[in-house]
């Protein structure tokens, strides 16, 4: 029986290691990427309920100073 190890079998794993850290690194900024691309959509998507929320008030805002001031007149 032969314990001797076969350290040709050894010359690829700083390759392999160079391959698990490039395939990490692509797997980290592909995931980042879409947090920022998911983010920024939120965000858009938050900028327009913004902006429809303030339109509606601005009209509610008109119809409260017509009323108000149709109100004056009455008077």
Not at 1 to 19: E, G, Q, R, S, T
Not at 33 to 41: H, N, R, S, T
Not at 56 to 75: G, M, P, R, T
């Amino acid at each position: 029986m032969d314990h001797m190890i076969n350290w040709k079998a050894l010359d690829n794993v700083p390759l392999l290691f160079y391959i698990l850290a490039l395939k990490t690194l692509v797997l980290c900024l592909g995931f980042a990427g879409v947090k920022i691309y998911q983010a920024k959509k939120e965000e858009a998507k938050l900028k327009i309920q913004r902006a429809e929320q303030r339109r509606i008030a601005e009209q509610v805002q008109e119809l409260l100073d017509n009323e108000l001031l149709d109100n004056k007149k009455d008077n």
